[in-house]
């Protein structure tokens, strides 16, 4: 599996922005989460949706602000980002995996990683 991120960009706070993540080489239908990575900062969680969409967990600093989602006919995941903070300011990065778990925050959960999005928010 092969994930490619894109979408983002610079906006200033308060600006929105949707990430897609598409999954190819084969139809992938399992468990899809987003992280990101700030500048001097360790990788963290950010969202995971579970592979038929109805199960989503978020971080607490963004919950209430970004929704992720996914549409399984596109192999795609999305991240959409509202009410963006200077904080939210990283390279977001999307992820797949087929294992299970009960907690899909942990990055080493997954399998494939895509290439990373940078997003830059100035306020």
């Known amino acids: 599996v092969q994930l490619q991120a894109s979408g983002g960009g610079s906006v200033q706070a308060g600006g929105s922005l949707r990430l897609s993540c598409r999954a190819s080489?084969?139809?992938?239908?399992?468990?899809m989460g987003w992280f990101r990575q700030a500048p001097g900062k360790e990788r963290e969680f950010v969202a995971t949706?579970?592979?038929?969409?109805?199960?989503?967990d978020y971080a607490d600093s963004v919950k209430g602000r970004f929704t992720i989602s996914r549409d399984n006919d596109k192999n795609t995941a999305y991240l959409q980002l509202n009410s963006l903070k200077s904080e939210d300011t990283a390279v977001y990065y999307c992820?797949?995996?087929?294992?299970?778990?009960?907690?899909?925050?942990?990055?080493?959960?997954?399998?494939?990683w895509g290439q990373g999005t940078l997003v830059t928010v100035s306020s």
């Open positions: 992820a797949a995996t087929y294992l299970f778990s009960r907690d899909y925050s942990d990055p080493n959960l997954y399998n494939w």
């Open positions: 080489g084969r139809t992938f239908s399992g468990p």
């Open positions: 949706i579970s592979g038929n969409g109805q199960i989503t």
